[in-house]
C-alpha cells in the first residue's frame, strides 16, 4: 500500500512537471 503512494506521489509529479514544460 505504501509503495502505491509513493508510485502515485512521482505518476503526479511526472504528470506535473510535463505540464509545466
Do not use: D, M, P, T
Not at 1 to 21: P, R
Request: glycine letters at 4%; charged letters at 30%; hydrophobic letters at 50%.
Amino acid at each position: 500500500i505504501k509503495a502505491s503512494k509513493v508510485a502515485a506521489f512521482k505518476a503526479g509529479k511526472a504528470l506535473k512537471e510535463a505540464v509545466n514544460s
